[in-house]
């Protein structure tokens, strides 16, 4: 019942704070269009009776996450959520920005890949290059740019600094330019996990699909929302 009074009930009416869900609330004036105003004492908040914009209903976020989770484009999830595509991008670049990526532990092995995939133009490819932790397959780092060095490298680098035990990848040339040797494994079936979040992640974000009509606009909103398929 407590998730419920937060999208359906009216603040007056269950007397609970839609944040902390506590009964400490207040009255504390009115808006300009005279709806009224609460004051949660436990958490500080401030809060509406009633929300006519679904945009500022406190589970909204929550919604966002789990639709780009399942692979919901921007404007399709303004459809479902009955919000502004403009709302869903401010949203998305919001809860990214409090992401941060995980701390990685020493001495751990990782497989390296790359995902191609379009930016604006079919013409402008551009890579997803990230790693994952053999055992746990959590995504350590990852970064979008062109194939060569220096995106490789901004992944590799993390790895290194982990003092990564193993790091296994394909036979792409640069890898060996980039990883000590001592360190580097190009072993068959070495990246079999990260093939298949490859596949994963294909299916799940139709902008990285290999036939599709969908597409990014924009670098910055498609690591937005990797930060949040990856790490929430």
Known sequence: MIENHTTCSRVSETKICPFCYSQKII???????????YYCKACHKRFLDYYTYNAYKPSINIQIIQLTKEGLGIRSTARVLKISVTTVLKRIVMIADGIRRPTLSFRRKYETDEVRFYIRSKKN?????????????????FHIGKRNNK?????????????????YTDKFQNYKYLIPKNLHSVKLFSTNYIERKNLTIRTHLKRFQRKTICFSRSTYITIAILKIYFWL
């Open 151 to 167: 995106t490789l490298n901004a992944v590799i680098k993390t790895l290194l600094n982990s003092k990564a035990q193993k790091i």
């Open 125 to 141: 490819t551009v890579w997803l290059v990230y790693a994952i932790d053999k055992e746990t397959k959590e995504v350590a780092n």
């Open 27 to 37: 009255r504390n004036g009115h808006t300009k269009t005279h709806k009224q105003q």
